[in-house]
């Protein structure tokens, strides 16, 4: 086997779970284009919101606001009602 070779082996190897890693990192991140279609879902206070906390909207964990500043409690069902950078802005669901 020539060094040639060896080296492109011993690259490949080091580069092939580098590649991996970032390609895994890369789909767990928020698209700030698909905030917009949030507006008007429905989602579960993870942490309290007074006035800001985690909500659990569509499967993923977002910061959230409550749009007149009153405290909400975990669990509770909220509805998006805007979208300040990766901040909700919500209010509790009538439903």
Sequence with gaps: MSNATLLLIV????TLPF????????????S?????????????IQTALNPEGAVI?????????????APVNARAKVRVIG?????LLVEPASD
Excluded: F
Excluded at 11 to 14: E, I, N, T
Excluded at 20 to 28: G, T, Y
Excluded at 59 to 69: C, N, Q, S
């Design 57 to 69: 909207i569509n499967g993923e964990l977002w910061r959230a606001r409550v749009k007149d500043g």
């Design 83 to 87: 979208v300040q950078a990766h901040l």
């Design 11 to 14: 690259a490949g190897v080091v």
């Design 19 to 30: 590649a991996l890693l970032v390609a895994a990192l890369s789909r767990h991140k928020k």
């Design 32 to 44: 700030a284009t698909n905030q917009a279609n949030v507006i008007g879902a429905l989602g579960i």
